[in-house]
Nanobody, 128 residues
Framework: QVQLVESGGGLVQAGGSVRVSCAVS????????MGWFRQAPGKGREFVAA????????YYADSVKGRFTISRDKAKNTVYLQMNSLKPEDTAVYYC?????????????????????WGQGTQVTVSS
C-alpha cells in the first residue's frame, strides 16, 4: 500500500524557516513528478510547488517564489519543501502528492487533478 507521510511542520515566527518532508513507502515514485499543496482554514487547496520526474525542473506558485524550494532525494524516496521568510499567510496544512502518470513534464503549473496519491498533511503555523 502506498503511503506518503509528511513531517516537519510546526509553529514558527514570521520571517523564520521550516523544512517539511514527505517520505514515500510502498512503491517508488522516482519516475513521477512530486508536488506540494496547502490548504488554509476556510480556503480551498492550492498549489505550492512541484518538481518534475527527472528533477531538472521545478515549479512554484507566485506567492512562494523566491522563498520556498522543493527538492527530492530519490535514494530516500523523500521530497522536501524548504520554506524561508515565512509569512502569517503561509499558515496552512501542507500536503505532498505524487503525479498519477510517469515521466510527465508540466505545461504551466500543475494542478491538484494531476496528482493521484496524497499524504495526510502537516500543519505549519506562522505567528506574527
Amino acid at each position: 500500500q502506498v503511503q506518503l507521510v509528511e513531517s516537519g511542520g510546526g509553529l514558527v515566527q514570521a520571517g523564520g524557516s521550516v523544512r517539511v518532508s514527505c517520505a514515500v513507502s510502498g512503491r517508488t515514485f522516482s519516475n513521477n513528478g512530486m508536488g506540494w499543496f496547502r490548504q488554509a482554514p476556510g480556503k480551498g487547496r492550492e498549489f505550492v510547488a512541484a518538481i518534475n520526474w527527472s528533477s531538472d525542473r521545478t515549479y512554484y506558485a507566485d506567492s512562494v517564489k523566491g522563498r520556498f524550494t522543493i527538492s527530492r532525494d530519490k535514494a530516500k524516496n523523500t521530497v522536501y519543501l524548504q520554506m524561508n521568510s515565512l509569512k502569517p499567510e503561509d499558515t496552512a496544512v501542507y500536503y505532498c502528492a505524487a503525479d498519477r502518470y510517469y515521466r510527465r513534464d508540466y505545461v504551466g503549473l500543475p494542478a491538484a487533478i494531476d496528482f493521484g496519491s496524497w499524504g495526510q498533511g502537516t500543519q505549519v503555523t506562522v505567528s506574527s
